[in-house]
């Protein structure tokens, strides 16, 4: 699968930023980009496709600041407080234009209209909805269904 990143698409991205994030070790602030992706997005755009044809990473996107955030408790018990790394914001935008691309990618070669787990918009739910339809469905014709459910307790049932 190539990637092929448009100018259009990094600058839907930057403008997608949420402004009140923190910046990474890189010190770019998600506000800046945010602000000034009319101006950005060509020169976003040239520097993602030149690591995506190269492989390559610049260096400062690689690193972290790690961070402890307070959860609960006592503030004096380091057990209460749980990391957060913040990393480059432009590399967090090239991760997201290349994911939105294998989604597009999957979505349109591998999952099929028959998958409801880890998909946008289909759940648990939207799969009991569509073969509960099919057991009516075949009931209203004459068919005759039958149904084991196999629940969460179902190792009590299974010896």
């Keep these: 699968m190539v990637i092929e990143v448009t100018e259009d698409e990094v600058f839907k991205a930057l403008h997608k930023l949420k402004t009140d994030k923190s910046p990474g070790p890189d010190n770019v602030h998600p506000m800046i980009l945010h602000e000034a992706a009319n101006e950005l997005a060509k020169a976003v755009t040239m520097l993602f496709r030149k690591s995506l044809s190269e492989g390559k990473l610049p260096d400062n996107w690689k690193k972290a600041h ?37 989604l597009r990618y999957f979505n349109q070669t591998v999952i099929t209209k028959f998958q409801h787990g880890f998909v946008r918009g289909r759940s648990c739910l939207t799969s009991l909805l569509e073969v509960f339809e099919h057991w009516t469905s075949s009931m209203d014709e004459g068919y005759g269904v039958d149904v084991i459910y196999l629940g969460p307790d179902s190792q009590s049932i299974i010896r």
């Design 66 to 102: 790690i961070t402890p955030i307070y959860k609960k408790g006592s503030r004096n018990d380091p057990g209460n407080y749980r990391p957060v790394s913040l990393t480059s914001v432009v590399c967090k935008l090239l991760e997201t234009v290349v994911r939105d691309h294998m």
